[in-house]
């Protein structure tokens, strides 16, 4: 038999203190924001690179309290529901608001309680309408929330019985991820190794004499400039390898278009980005003709370069190390026009340029067929995952 309880009646659900930019620090007490908690629950253990002082660690503590073993952190905004439970040996605080604090005032089992947070009995709980999630969980929400739980005893067996069964459908994920990498790796060895004879072989030249032009997309303030519908604005984060992504895309009026026209985009021209993931690649196809742009690197290819085979060049990892060793910035790796201009290219013809990119899409295809079979057999797992958690926790109330 279980019973019905409201998680307020379990635990006492609050935020941290807040914690000023001006209060955080290099080195010290780790400072945890929703992205450290959400890779807490997935490794175990994560790099960050914000502190507090020991001194205000202290009286934060002193004064508000910290999470005690047993405890649950879980983050409340943006992606919802990474939880993690706190450890004797925990030493951290976190950001109000993006983490939510769960502080045990019952005797249950804070595991069982982190099982029912990824199952679908809480999913449902925070589902808006629509079916969507909320975008944030409030202390209120959660507060309201009801969990229905057997004895401390029941809830052992089952959190005993999910491990040993999730321990192996972990194992088969990780060969299944593992494969993945494989498939990736031997693929990016094989073009790395043609890419690297043609270097060996061949003479080189700089990129800017292949190119009939490079430059850099818009640099300025963007804030006032969006508008609902108008002419598409690629970003970094719009470049992906090989295509260019729809994903959050950002539009900019025709007026302020052509104010800017520099950065305007021609088919057949090869966007690179700056920041973040320097050197990532995509070709300007037809459906991006007159789109627009900031923070990316601008190829216009000559007649002696193919659009493709640069893409190629800049995607594959020879290229990118090529890239990396040229790029500036300590702080955030950073790929210039300058920069651009110097990179070492090799004298091929067109003809066998593109008899490489056939080659290499071939390649990519098959590769890409295969990942598709291991996302499938990973997505089963984790379904077979949730299925499992949904039996275990079907129960029959007070």
């Known amino acids: 038999m279980w019973k019905t309880f409201k998680l307020e009646e379990i635990f006492r659900i609050c935020s941290s203190k807040r914690v000023l930019k001006s209060e955080w620090r290099e080195s010290g007490i780790p400072f945890y924001r929703g992205r450290e908690v959400t890779t807490l629950s997935k490794y175990g253990s994560v790099e960050n690179d914000l502190f507090i002082s020991e001194e205000h660690f202290f009286k934060l503590s002193e004064k508000y309290g ?199 985009l021609r088919k057949n021209d090869v966007c690179v980005v700056r920041t973040g993931y320097p050197g990532t690649a995509a070709q300007v196809t037809e459906q991006w003709e007159g789109a627009n742009c900031s923070d990316l690197v601008i190829f216009t290819p000559g007649k002696n370069l193919s659009s493709e085979f640069l893409v190629l060049f800049f995607n594959s990892q020879f290229g990118k190390k090529m890239v990396l060793g040229k790029v500036v910035g300590a702080a955030q790796k950073h790929f210039n026009v300058t920069t651009a201009k110097q990179v070492d290219f090799p004298c091929i013809d067109i003809d066998e340029q593109n008899l490489l990119v056939k080659r290499t899409n071939a390649l990519r295809e098959n590769v890409a067929i295969l990942e598709s079979i291991f996302i499938k057999k990973q997505n089963a797992l984790i379904q077979l995952k949730s299925a499992i958690l949904s039996t275990e926790l079907q129960y029959e109330i007070i």
């Not at 999630?133 to 809830?155: F, N």
């Open 66 to 264: 910290v999470p005690a073993a047993g405890d649950i952190l879980i983050t409340a905004i943006g992606t919802i529901g990474n939880t993690y439970i706190t450890k004797e040996q925990d030493r951290f605080y976190f950001k109000d608001a993006s983490v939510l604090w769960l502080k045990k005032i019952k005797n249950v089992s804070s595991e069982f309680i982190n099982y029912w947070f990824g199952s679908d009995l809480f999913k449902k709980q925070i589902e808006i309408g629509n079916g969507a999630t909320v975008d944030t969980l409030s202390i209120s929400k959660l507060k309201s929330m009801e969990i229905s739980i057997p004895t401390l005893s029941e809830q052992q067996r089952i959190v005993a019985k999910l491990e040993a069964a999730f321990a192996d459908i972990d194992n088969l994920i990780k060969t299944v991820i593992d494969q993945k990498v494989a498939i990736q790796d031997t693929y990016n060895s094989k073009v790395s190794s043609i890419l690297s004879k043609l270097l060996t072989d061949r003479s080189t030249e700089k990129l800017q004499q292949l190119c009939e032009k490079i430059t850099v997309g818009y640099v300025g303030k963007m804030a006032n400039q969006y508008v609902d519908n108008g002419v598409p604005f690629l970003r970094s984060q719009s470049i992906r390898p090989y295509e260019i992504s729809e994903k959050g895309l950002l539009f900019i009026s025709e007026k302020f278009n052509k104010q800017i026209s520099k950065s305007q």
